[in-house]
């Protein structure tokens, strides 16, 4: 027993020698080279390759590591893996849980295209003496990919950009959408965004919008072909984007349709204020700020810009700060320095247009005549939806939605539904007046709110014949008027009889002249 200990003891003495040696011979610098290199010969013999993919990269948070995060957060990585810790979170304005890997464990990924790949997530503590001039995260993060080699040139870049597009689909599934703003002006939020953000949580859908049944397919088919349609944009050479011009009275649904496409698709919306912008170029900073997979929004086009043609009609003086004056409407040198019509048919379909991609453009308006051709030519406003007054299918719509109404209830009638139908056809009524009625009287029971409707319609055609009874004398009074005054009585001159219809009329036509 006391050879052992002595044995021992003296292979202590040798290890703390040859340890105190090594640290003389060998100072941290060499021995950090060395680890490297033998991490270097390892990785040189190894069959396998791999990959750090750090949080924060140089000054930016790296894309990618937030996008790996959540693919292996999404069902099929976590399914796939051999065993594998999750953490579970739920992100701000998010209506769902995710899940990703724990620090510190590690994840076998088989769901691509057969191949196998294995990810480490490393979180190491940061030296605290470390500098830096920005605050940065206590810890490191990172993402170690493993790979075999063999499979490196097949496998590596599509495996990213499979990631990357899934890490999408999952952003969008379980966050709300946003809904952006540039109401601020061209001021710039402290992460230097110009766009802020709330949730969108608007509930419109196709579903619930009084539009006539085909019409609808028609513009959910269009948009359907345009999210799946990313080869056919490239193989022809255009812009992945897609243009929608909104017309039509107050009330009939521009912005419910929005709010539906948005919801449809699950794109955010950035809902550009155009008065808001002074410039062409801060027009092209908001652009460059926005995301793919958004519908960017100009509401009341006609109202924000003075939209005439751009040479032929100067603008009206107090659309002058807008448009900064005629110089720059011919393209003078100013153009940069104020926000014009071109700068708008640039940023919707221009170079800067497709900085982005995926994105859709609305513009909505009441007066469809006051815009100028440029705008809503094919490439810009691809596609024109009148949005109109309410028709037979969108009341049916509303009271299906408003009333709970079933498609068969419709057909036994006793003529109510029949003469509802022969009304809305003869009077105009937006779907928000309609609304509004049967938001009203829903609770006298459904029959009873349909008749409300009848009676409101009634009320319009009454209201409306005798405004045309009354616009019609009204008009033959003028008329007379005129007639009196072009054929002077007695010999009198035009200008003497007119100086006796102001003179002498009426006192109420001279009070008014007197007050003036
Ligand atoms: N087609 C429709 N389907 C369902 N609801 C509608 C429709 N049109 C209008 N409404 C109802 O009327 C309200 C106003 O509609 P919306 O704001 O979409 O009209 P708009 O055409 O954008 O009006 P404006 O031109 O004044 O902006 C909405 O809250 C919605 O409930
Ligand atoms: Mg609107």
Redesign the pocket.
Known sequence: MKELWTSLASMMGVFAFFQSLLTVAFPPELRLALSRLLRRLRTVLSTHCYFDIVEIDGVSTNELYNAVQLYLSSSAAASSSSGGRLSLSRPLNSSSFTFSLSNADSLVDHSFRGFTAHWDHIVTQRPQNSFSWRPVPDEKRGFTLKIKKKDKPLMLEPYLDHIMDRASDIRRRNQDRLLFTNSKGGSLDPRGHPWESVPFKHP?TFD????DPDRKRAIMDDLRDFVEGKSFYQRTGRAWKRGYL?Y??????????IAAMANYLGYDIYDLELTEVSTNSELRKLLMKTTSKSIIVI??IDCSINLSNRVDHPPPPKRRHLLGGESELRGGDDNARSLTLSGLLNFTDGLWSCCGSERIFVF?T?HVEKIDPALLRCGRMDMHIH?SYCSYP?MK??MKNYLGFEDGDFELDDGLFAELERLIGEVEM???DV?EVLIKRRRLGKRRAVEEVVEALKGRRKGGAMWEENARREEEEEEQEKRALESPKNGESVEAAEGKIECGGGGEVREEKKGE
Request: aromatic share 0%; hydrophobic share 35%.
């Open positions: 419109s619930t919008l009084a539009l909104l039509g009275p107050p009330g009939t649904g521009k912005s419910s349709m509401e009341d909505t009441n949005m969108a719509i509303l937006t779907p928000a609304s």
